[in-house]
């Protein structure tokens, strides 16, 4: 069988859920699946050679996530100019690893360092995908501009000339941008028996359903969203996502509650397709994959900026807000008035729900899995 190597990253969760849903599209392929600062790359993590290896940069990133530190993620130019100064040691082990792997293609859903993997996929002659996890792909883009490898393609979810403003930046020629459609998994685009989700999770029918989902480190903000939601004047349920901040789970049950909402507090769970499938708002954070998730379900969005915005996700407020599939939320304390208005009068989301059923959503792993055919044929 052969290999297809997906070279990705452990910040967040988007990336991991990007490759898992590839993954799954190239069954008849041995897909390989590695953190490229980590697994590739880990002996050249500074962080990592200071603390005796007991933190790394994906450590400090997602703490910091947690944290909602943004401002000290956002400054990531000495990131940038550290992989610049050891861009030849990075290139060896990079090619190192391939040649170990001996893979038919490359496909990266890892930000920052494509440019290198690009160097040393076209010097051996392997297909490269680069299939950017943010809408604005700057991050994905350093050192990339003019690229003359037939061999390259860059992915992006939509045919929208916000978006196409940043990849043009790389000066691209027409056969090396595809337009595919998000990586998402494949139980996004199954059709729920919304009954049955609810009786299994125990949802009263009759009520509007709002979920909070703030990615899968979570949020320690989850509680101050709970503590907002009991408060709504209009009967409603919640359903919680706490990704991996479990421990806040009993405090938020504690919560005094308007007799006429209701909660299901939840862990890290799989079955988030199934629960926006039978939601009818969604409070997360403005990652991509997030937002492109509830695109896929049509879910109308508040999108979470009450913290500040990571600044290559800035971008996707304005896309949402723009595209009219949702608003912002900037202040933790607005949340119960504007959910409360967003229920009592719902023209403003049956509003956002067309336009996300309008909008055109090609089903993204079935084309990556063409172009991948294409390039190998």
């Known amino acids: 069988m052969k290999t297809v190597l997906i070279l990705s990253a452990d910040g967040g969760g988007g990336h991991?859920?990007?490759?898992?849903?590839?993954?799954?599209?190239?069954?008849?392929?041995?897909?390989?699946?590695?953190?490229?600062?980590?697994?590739v790359l880990g002996k050249t993590d500074p962080l990592s050679i200071l603390t005796g290896n007991r933190w790394n940069i994906h450590h400090f990133y997602n703490y910091?996530?947690?944290?909602?530190?943004?401002?000290?993620?956002?400054?990531?130019?000495?990131?940038l100019w550290y992989l610049k100064a050891q861009s030849g040691r990075i290139k060896r082990m990079i090619g190192d690893y391939i040649d170990k792997t001996n893979p038919v293609a490359i496909i990266s859903v890892a930000p920052i360092v494509n440019w290198i993997i690009l160097q040393v996929a076209q010097e051996r002659n392997i297909p490269f995908i680069m299939i950017p996890t943010d809408l604005d792909s700057s991050l994905f883009l350093p050192g990339i501009k003019k690229p003359s490898y037939s061999k390259l393609r860059v992915c992006i979810p939509f045919n929208d000339p916000q978006i196409h403003a940043y990849i043009n930046k790389a000066q691209l020629n027409e056969e090396q941008?595809?337009?595919?459609?998000?990586?998402?998994?494949?139980?996004?685009?199954?059709?729920?028996?919304s009954a049955s989700i609810k009786k299994e999770f125990g949802i009263p029918s009759g009520k509007p359903?709002?979920?909070?989902?703030?990615?899968?480190?979570?949020?320690?903000?989850?509680?101050e969203f709970a503590d907002q939601l009991s408060q709504?004047?209009?009967?409603?349920?919640?359903?919680?996502?706490l990704g991996k901040q479990e421990q806040l789970k009993e405090h938020i049950l504690q919560l005094r509650r308007n007799p006429h909402v209701s909660f299901t507090v939840l862990g890290f769970t799989s079955r988030i397709a199934d629960l926006m499938s039978i939601s009818d708002l969604i409070i997360t954070k403005s990652g991509t994959v997030s937002i492109c998730e509830a695109m896929y379900k049509e879910?109308?969005?508040?999108?979470?900026?009450?913290?500040?915005?990571?600044?290559?996700?800035?971008?996707?407020?304005?896309?949402?807000?723009?595209?009219?599939f949702g608003t912002c939320l900037t202040q933790i304390k607005q949340t119960c008035s504007m959910v409360t208005e967003l229920l009592l009068h719902p023209t403003a989301l049956h509003d956002y729900k067309k336009n996300l059923i309008n909008f055109d959503k090609n089903h993204g792993t079935t084309h990556i899995k063409a172009v991948l055919n294409q390039l190998l044929q």
Not at 177 to 193: E, S, Y
Not at 232 to 241: D, K, R, S
Not at 304 to 313: I, K, N
Request: charged share 15%.
């Open 16 to 39: 991991i859920s990007a490759a898992q849903a590839i993954t799954h599209a190239l069954p008849e392929f041995d897909v390989k699946t590695v953190c490229t600062f980590d697994t």
């Open 64 to 79: 910091c996530l947690y944290r909602r530190w943004y401002p000290l993620v956002n400054f990531h130019e000495p990131v």
């Open 177 to 193: 941008l595809v337009v595919t459609g998000f990586p998402i998994r494949p139980d996004f685009f199954n059709q729920a028996d």
């Open 209 to 223: 359903v709002v979920m909070v989902m703030l990615g899968a480190q979570g949020s320690r903000i989850a509680y």
């Open 232 to 241: 709504v004047h209009v009967p409603m349920h919640a359903i919680i996502c």
């Open 299 to 324: 879910l109308p969005m508040i999108l979470d900026a009450t913290g500040g915005v990571l600044r290559w996700e800035r971008f996707n407020h304005n896309f949402i807000t723009g595209k009219g």
